[in-house]
């Protein structure tokens, strides 16, 4: 993708997710969702078993499965629509992407310039500690123009 069209999709992206910015701090329910809902809708798991077309003991599986983390978006997407709910998925930046990208970009440019001040220091042209800063900065900002993939390595 052309830089110019990388970045309009980051700013959109970023818009759209800032939407589900308060959910980041919305854990789920200690029994899972399924679960929640369920009794919350006064619905035994027999009768959401009857509604998937499986067992009240799979119900259950599907429950515990979704409290330790090994259940399928599959799964969710079905329960969700047993429950007449919708399966909301997203991945939500713990701040922005642009972010993520700047603080990325500062780390590489700061591992650069911790190599560049080791030979220079051997060479006694070592810098001083704001000009250190000042170029981070101007490097870090020069990666994120370019963007390359190498920024995660």
């Known amino acids: 993708m052309p830089r110019k069209y990388q970045k309009l999709a980051l700013d959109h992206l970023d ?3 800032l939407r589900y910015a308060s959910l980041r701090e919305m854990p789920p ?3 899972g969702w399924i679960k929640a809902v ?36 599959k ?3 079905r329960a969700a629509e047993a429950l007449d709910c919708v399966l909301v ?6 701040t922005s992407l642009k972010q993520t ?4 970009a500062r780390r590489e440019a700061e591992h650069d ?18 000009e250190v800063g000042k170029t981070v900065e101007t ?8 963007m390359p993939k190498s920024l995660w390595d």
């Open 15 to 17: 818009a759209s997710l």
């Open 29 to 31: 329910p200690q029994k």
């Open 38 to 73: 369920r009794e919350a809708l006064g619905m035994s798991g027999q009768q959401l078993g009857k509604r998937l077309g499986v067992s009240k003991m799979r119900v259950a599986t599907m429950e515990q499965a979704e409290v330790t983390d090994a259940t399928t978006l």
């Open 75 to 77: 799964t969710l997407r």
């Open 89 to 94: 998925y997203a991945l939500v930046p713990r």
């Open 101 to 104: 990208l700047q603080k990325q």
């Open 113 to 130: 310039m911790a190599r560049a001040s080791r030979t220079m220091a051997l060479e006694d042209q070592a810098l001083a500690r704001d």
């Open 139 to 146: 490097a870090a900002a020069a990666l994120l123009d370019k």
